[in-house]
């Protein structure tokens, strides 16, 4: 069983930007507003039925492709459905300042939304622009009240200067639990690897066009403020979200880009063939993104050529495989001990 390559999947969105997605994946975007794509989705945005499932090359819906044969693409039956693959995997090219929005957590999803993921979500900088920033958590304590009243006048200046800020570089890694109030500076482009759903809040909702019916996951800020952490994040909380280790040069071995607290949620690797190979990736389902040169992913049963820009899925059933030629590569796979974290609840 193969890998199968993903054509673009481009999602309009509330917030403008995608040039640089459509760059490294060869189109020409429809809108100025296609600042996302989702790779390898198997869910759908909030509200939707369809828009973000991911379409393999021959048109047919990997959701339904990996329910109709779930033992050979995760390597189990116990995802939360058959076409559960663990993880949502994005690109993100935001040319606007994102608003402040809170994701909730497991615990939460379970109770109001009948969902067992929440959305503890990371970002990789594959580029960006000098002094941009993303901001993460609050620097102090925050009143409930006074953040309600901020959010109701529509506050961004009140938010942002009660936040932390990171500025950005190329090869970090953030993590954002689940409950942490974050935003992003225009001028960033991430990979992305979350929990594979799409539940937002939005704190601030002016400077897209989303509006305050639409930002609170249709269960009312009453409720979903129950999900949006106002405790301080500390300097050593905050150090432990950020990694560097992506900033160096991707070798032969497998190279974890991401904070060591974000292995249970998910994982994400980057590696590069530099004309020598790479290490053996374990079996198991992944989503690939080739981010420099040309080579190919080499399975037991051959292997198949890939260039700068491609995506594919490999399935659990590929078995091991490694990186020829002078490809670099991103890979995203689900958290550690997968699926049977599921059962476990939040896995903080």
């Known amino acids: 069983m193969k890998p199968l390559f993903l054509p673009p999947n481009p999602v309009q ?106 959305k503890t979500e990371a970002w990789f900088v594959l580029d960006t622009e000098p002094g941009c920033a993303f901001y993460v958590g609050w620097k102090d304590d925050v009143d409930r009240d006074e953040l309600d009243k901020r959010r109701d006048a529509q506050d961004s200046e009140w938010m942002l200067a009660h936040m932390n800020r990171i500025e950005a570089v190329k090869g970090m890694g953030v993590l954002v639990p689940a409950e942490t109030a974050h935003a992003i500076d225009g001028g960033i482009f991430v990979a992305e690897v979350q929990e594979p759903t799409d539940f937002s809040i939005l704190l601030e909702w002016s400077i897209t066009t989303s509006t305050r019916e639409e930002s609170h996951l249709e269960l009312g800020f009453d409720t979903v403020l129950g999900a949006v952490s106002t405790s301080a994040l500390t300097d050593a909380e905050l150090a432990k979200l950020v990694s560097t280790s992506g900033a160096s040069a991707a070798g032969p071995l497998l190279q974890s880009v991401l904070p060591e607290s974000a292995d249970p949620y998910f994982q994400l690797h980057q590696t590069a063939g530099a004309g020598h190979g790479t290490a053996d990736v374990d079996a198991g389902f992944a989503v690939v993104l080739v981010t420099d040169g040309d080579g190919a992913l080499a399975f037991d049963q051959g292997s198949v050529p890939v260039q700068r820009g491609d995506a594919l899925v490999v399935p659990h059933a590929a078995g091991p495989w490694h990186v020829d030629g002078t490809a670099s590569v991103l890979i995203a796979r689900p958290g550690r001990g997968w699926p049977a974290t599921l059962d476990s609840g939040d896995v903080r």
């Not at 973000?52 to 939360?80: F, K, M």
């Not at 559960?84 to 379970?110: C, M, S, T, W």
């Open 13 to 118: 969105h509330f917030y403008l930007g995608g040039d640089r997605i459509a760059a490294l994946r060869g189109i020409t975007p429809e809108t100025d507003r296609q600042p996302e794509e989702w790779l390898g989705s198997t869910v759908s945005r909030f509200g939707d039925s369809t828009v973000g499932l991911a379409v393999t090359a021959d048109g047919a819906l990997l959701r339904d492709v990996v329910a109709a044969d779930p033992e050979s693409w995760i390597g189990s039956s116990r995802g939360s459905v058959a076409s559960d693959v663990g993880i949502l995997v994005k690109l993100l090219d935001a040319r606007q300042r994102l608003p402040v929005h809170v994701h909730p957590d497991r615990a939460f999803a379970g109770q109001h939304l009948n969902c067992p993921y929440g």
